[in-house]
């Protein structure tokens, strides 16, 4: 019976350590937004946190002449690039009964390691947000006809610190 506690400990020791290590990790926030006439993204977020990144993508407003008839919305964050466009999050909303869709919306989260936002140089991959992120929405409306509007973000340093 006294061996199942001890096999229990051994094993927690085992999984978390013996041993205090210290590392640095490094935290880093950027804020982004972009606007024009017809349409607004605001409380954009991108938080670099030694490789586990998070991407908020922020809320979506449109001017009140934007037309409200829109049966299908896409949205897409990318990093535009002479090749090919790297997309960041992506999401398509589609009316089930053909009726008006609200465009004003939250644009989404993506986290967690892997993707376009994880590289082995956070620095290369900030320097390619700073000029070169873009939002893109495309709506079809209740006739068919297909609209795509871009904007580039704007993007501004929070937080860039490392801890212990």
């Known amino acids: 019976m006294k061996k199942i506690p001890a096999l229990i400990f051994i094993t927690a020791l085992s999984l978390t350590g013996c041993s205090k290590t210290e590392s640095k990790q490094s935290l880093k926030v950027y804020s982004f937004h972009g606007e024009n006439e017809q349409l607004s993204v605001t409380n954009g ?3 670099f946190n030694d490789g586990d990144n998070t991407f908020y993508g922020g809320d979506l407003a449109v001017s009140e002449d934007f037309p409200s008839n829109i049966t ?4 897409k964050f990318y990093i535009k690039s002479d090749n090919d466009d790297q997309i960041i999050i992506s999401n398509t909303v589609i009316s089930q009964n053909n009726s008006p869709l609200s465009i004003n ?10 993707g376009t936002l994880d590289t082995a140089d956070d ?3 900030i320097t390619d947000l700073k000029n070169n992120l873009y939002f893109e929405l495309v709506t079809t ?7 795509i509007y871009e904007l580039q973000m704007l ?9 212990e």
């Open 45 to 47: 977020v991108i938080v």
């Open 72 to 75: 299908t919305f896409s949205t």
């Open 105 to 114: 919306t939250d644009l989404g989260k993506t986290s967690g390691q892997g």
């Open 123 to 125: 620095n290369e991959i």
């Open 141 to 147: 409306d209740a006739n068919g006809e297909k609209n």
């Open 155 to 163: 993007l501004s340093e929070v937080i860039a610190e490392a801890t």
